[in-house]
């Protein structure tokens, strides 16, 4: 499929203030929208999506004017920043509520009514996903691909699940719902990248990172060409000895339980909890009402309630949620004031390599970088990292996984510490 280059933009941008869309941009945002995604979509539906289309770019653009040294950016600059796919997708009712655009580099989530920036990553995308899949769905966070057979086709537990099933249980899930925290936050907070999963330590912000060192020692030649004499020194870097358990493991059946894995490491830390302890806590939690495997598990702004659960399970009839401080996109300083507490926790993400997940806050780390540019300019740098227990066999390793608080993305970000009762 040809792609459409950048020297379009100010052409397709145009379309957002015409009421009547143009049927040579029709055509246009047509090619680029998978066949078997086509069918799905009514006239005015493409008309929609063409309008957020334009936005789409706009967004892109302006998100470019911030950050000179993004792959788009420089795309852009020589014309060279072509559209793959234009991707509809719907939400629990089927009604069109989102437009992806799918660059030859990263992509862009949009609204398709008001054209608000939802995602963005410069992560590279399959293709092939979208192109033999029927149909996107999107649902909060999460957005998952739909089969010819009505299955769900996703990296997450929902994986094989029947479509109607998993809505069915989704709208159940949100009439239930109290008004999140989530919802006080700007559309800024809640971009959220998802992107593929890579090898630890290659230096993307998409990557396992397993030795924070290593990563550092590639990052800066990947994000910036000609660079010398580069050092990565450790500044500190406290942790605490908090057992990691393997989500995957047989004791441990349900899917989407890393909230629970994270609730049985910090009863480990705090309490010493024996293997036969941590069952009973399991099996308290995921049988409650917080705990829901075909929506995702457990919702964020439950992590404190379902450690509550699983500690009465146990006898631990004084643990409290009154007490239990909580952040949106936390800052390095904030990390450290809740360690040097003793307040550990948990950190529900939705970025890559992870998807959405929660992990356990065990430590932080910072280090000093320092190199020569191609100017022959000496550049200094800190970068910062949350110490964590990732819960998977991908990491397992004797020092854990490492966030990188650098990127974009750690600004939605929510961190629920834990004082023990």
Known sequence: MASSNASSVNVVAAAVKNTNVSSKYVKEVEKHIPKKMKKYLNDEQIKQLVTANAYGIIEAVSLMSGEEDSPWTKKFKKGKLGIERVIPIFDLDDRLS?????????????????????????????????????KIYGYEFDRFAVDADGKIKSNNGKNGKDIQEVKRKLKALKKEQKENKWGVLSPDQLEAILGGYYGANEGTTGDFITDPNLWLLRYYPNKESGITNLSVTRVEGP?????????????????????????????KYYWGTSLTDQKKAYNAIVASSYFDDAGGGVQWYHNDDIFKVGAEAIGKNTQSTNDDPYYV???????????????????????APYGSHTVTFKGYVQYKTTYRDRFAIDRTYYDSFVHINDHWSTTSTTTGAYLYLGRYESSAWYLQTIKPN
């Not at 660059?103 to 590279?124: L, R």
């Open 98 to 134: 989102e437009t992806m655009i799918i660059f030859d580099e990263g992509y862009i989530i949009v609204d398709a009514e008001d054209g608000g920036i939802k995602q963005f990553s410069y992560d590279p995308v399959n293709l092939d996903y979208f192109d033999d899949n029927e």
């Open 329 to 351: 996109g936390p800052s390095y300083s904030t990390y450290k004031q809740e360690y040097n507490a003793n307040r550990l926790g948990y950190v529900s993400i939705s970025a």
């Open 239 to 267: 942790s605490k000895t908090v057992y990691e358990i393997n989500q995957d493991a047989s004791d441990w059946p349900k899917t989407n339980d890393c909230a629970v894995i994270s609730s049985l490491e910090l009863y």
